[in-house]
């Protein structure tokens, strides 16, 4: 089996209320983006985990989506994926407990059925979707 790895980094200094970080990725989209538990919980300017988490799985099912409806016969004019990523306060900690994929799409040709049925293929074999634990929904939407 072939392997792509790809790397993403994180810096942090100072304890979890004072502290501060940077994360940045391989590509250089993201170079030394500030992070923090301001960031995270106080709604602060900068990046956080569940952000990054939610790109990458819109990201990743909006391609496996892409990919499924190829297979199908039909290709999309417009694919736009909202990953809303639930941290949650548990007893045993925080922790994710929901990503809620909102889907809307144009792909001529598709009726809703088979938009639909081919929307949580792409869920099902996304590997972010695989990747996580948490509840996974999805609301689809066919345009035009």
Not at 11 to 28: A, C, D, F, N, R
Request: aromatic fraction near 6%; proline fraction near 3%; hydrophobic fraction near 40%.
């Amino acid at each position: 089996m072939s392997s792509i790895i790809k790397h993403g980094t994180a810096h942090w200094e100072g304890s979890l209320k004072e502290g501060h970080g940077v994360i940045s990725t391989q590509s250089g989209a993201l170079n030394e983006q500030p992070y923090g538990f301001n960031t995270r919980f106080e709604g602060k300017a900068g990046s956080n985990p569940e952000e990054l988490l939610g790109a990458a799985h819109a990201a990743c099912f909006s391609m496996a989506l892409s990919a499924i409806l190829g297979e199908a016969g039909l290709t999309a004019q417009a694919i736009d994926t909202d990953a809303a990523v639930q941290l949650t306060k548990a007893d045993s900690g925080f922790e994710i407990s929901q990503i809620d994929l909102t889907l809307k799409a144009r792909v001529p040709g598709a009726t809703n059925e088979q938009f639909q049925a081919l929307a949580i293929k792409a869920k099902e074999g996304c590997p972010v979707s695989k990747l996580f634990r948490a509840t996974i929904t999805l609301n689809a939407t066919l345009e035009g």
